[in-house]
């Protein structure tokens, strides 16, 4: 006895699942410049990799006779798949279905996928393109009652972040769970001026504030990219925000009990760039090109930069030292003179959160000359989210090394390492410490005996020249107040020395943190 007619029926209803919406919402999809779920996950995943889940779910209609008469899929499409050879969980919502409206869903197959991510320690790639919540309005004449509001299966989200990389793209208009979801993320990306992200959309806010907003206006890249923060990377086509993701996840490990993955690398680890012995100008309110540092310390095209948007004074993103995955962070002085600020302290916790969960060690170029100070960044309560990121810090348990290139000071600059642990520091010829410049120090300490002066700017101008030479790097090294002073060409060198000891450190402490990272 066979059960072939059986298989027959399994493969007309996939082929029907493959459909999505039917070819006139598919066109209308491809004329908008946008490809639907199942054509994104074909170009992400490694060739003939995806294998499906729950195909066969959607709502179908049947003829008296029980025969099937129509069929339309649920318009989430999930499944397994592998990006780089590498296994992981990928899901995606099929806008040409009731525009991914989570009432067209059928059952919980994205609780499901992040289910399957978790407890098979699988990364889990989200494509967003709908509400992804509790559905439209159109839910009440359907059954009949609206329902109190509840999160179901988000402690499997929470644990999520705790375990294994979560990558969300947001590939069209998103509003309301979809964008939450977005952003419990450790890496999200939009595409511009084609996705847009809001706690609400347009016709919502219209009803609510009295005035039509443009979906872009009110949630669109360019704010959430650069203005709130709300999400990472900025890409212009769906083809970039694919190879993004790719290109970050090569970094990450498979899961939190896994090492980050190593690469050949064959960028000498003995190169010594020279133009690092001039990159940092005498005149220390003079900027310079913070990346450009970067690029000439790791591994060649290896910089991947994570938020460059959003709190600009403080540049983040993954590289490598000699095929060894890392996490960089640098002050740039192009924006707030390097100055720490409200957005840059919060880009600081969530990525130095992000290294620890991963165990990628962390490389800090520091030229940092404190919190930003004055009204605005008060208002911006820069002391309490300063606070926070160099909480981030000292709770970090990964191999930490910091560069001191040239300024470090405050409290801010305090938290270039944690104190209490050991604090493997460098510092260039080129590094300047201490709790005040010496520039507006010595105006707040000898206040009285400037203003008592016959010439008070020369007086000030003599303090300033008198307490000079104190500010060399050698000074302090003399008291064994910075361990090593170096050639700005040796940094490479050393810390592709560093890392590889780093690596040994990290294959005795894999696992998940006691915490839960902050999204």
């Known amino acids: 006895m066979s059960w072939q007619d059986e298989v027959d029926e399994l493969r007309r209803r996939e082929e029907l699942a493959k459909q999505m919406g039917g070819d006139e919402r ?91 991510a978790l407890e098979m320690r699988m990364p889990l790639v989200r494509l967003i393109d709908g509400s992804g919540g509790g559905g439209s309005v159109k839910t009440l004449e359907i059954v009949g009652h609206s329902y109190v509001p509840a999160l179901h299966g988000f402690e499997t989200t929470m644990q999520l972040m705790g375990q294994v990389p979560v990558v969300c793209a947001c590939m069209g208009s998103v509003a309301g769970l979809g964008a939450v979801r977005t952003t419990i993320s450790h890496f999200s990306l939009m595409i511009k001026e084609t996705s847009q992200l809001f706690v609400a959309g347009p016709p919502v806010v219209e009803r609510g504030f009295g005035k039509p907003v443009g979906k872009n206006e009110l949630g669109g890249s360019q704010i959430h990219a650069h203005g709130s923060g709300a999400v990472d990377n900025e890409v212009e086509t769906e083809q970039e925000a694919f190879d993004t993701i790719r290109n970050f996840l090569s970094y990450l490990p498979q899961n939190v009990w896994q090492p980050p993955p190593r690469i050949e690398s064959d960028d000498s680890v003995e190169r010594r760039d020279e133009s690092l012995l001039s990159v940092i100008p005498r005149d220390r309110r003079q900027m310079y090109q913070i990346r450009e540092v970067i690029h000439a310390i790791v591994d060649a095209e290896s910089f991947f930069e994570i938020n460059p948007g959003y709190g600009e004074s403080l540049v983040v993103g993954l590289a490598r030292l000699d095929g060894y995955a890392i996490g960089i962070m640098a002050n740039d002085t192009c924006h707030h003179g390097g100055a720490v600020n409200a957005s840059a302290s919060e880009k600081m916790m969530r990525f130095v959160d992000l290294c620890d969960t991963f165990h990628l060690p962390m490389l800090n170029l520091v030229d940092n000359p404190g919190f930003l100070i004055g009204s605005e960044a008060e208002e911006e309560g820069t002391v309490r989210l300063g606070s926070r990121a160099l909480m981030a810090c000292y709770q970090a348990t990964i191999p930490w090394v910091s560069v001191i290139i040239r300024r470090c000071y405050g409290v801010a600059g305090a938290g270039h390492g944690n104190a209490d642990r050991l604090n493997l520091r460098y510092a260039w010829p080129s590094a300047d410490w201490g709790s005040l410049p010496i520039e507006g120090g010595v105006q707040a300490a000898y206040r009285r005996d400037i203003e008592a002066a016959d010439n008070p700017d020369a007086r000030r101008r003599e303090l300033e020249d008198m307490l000079e030479q104190y500010r060399s790097p050698f000074r302090t090294a003399e008291a064994f107040g910075i361990e090593e002073v170096i050639d700005p060409r040796d940094t490479r060198p050393l810390i592709c020395d560093w890392v590889e000891l780093a690596y040994d450190i990290t294959a005795t402490q894999l696992g998940p943190k006691s915490r839960t990272p902050r999204p």
Do not use: C
């Not at 491809?30 to 199942?38: F, I, P, W």
């Not at 170009?43 to 008469?69: P, Q, T, W």
């Open 26 to 116: 598919i066109q209308r999809q491809h004329d908008n410049g946008r490809l639907t779920v199942r054509e994104r996950i074909d170009v992400l995943a490694d060739d003939n990799s995806f294998h499906e889940i729950g195909a066969l779910a959607g709502k179908a209609r049947y003829s008296e006779d029980g025969e099937l008469e129509s069929f339309t899929p649920s318009n989430f499409v999930l499944g397994t798949a592998r990006i780089n050879g590498r296994r992981v969980v990928i899901g995606g919502d099929d806008f040409t279905v009731r525009g991914g409206a989570a009432d067209a869903k059928v059952g919980d197959k994205s609780g499901y996928g992040e289910q399957y």
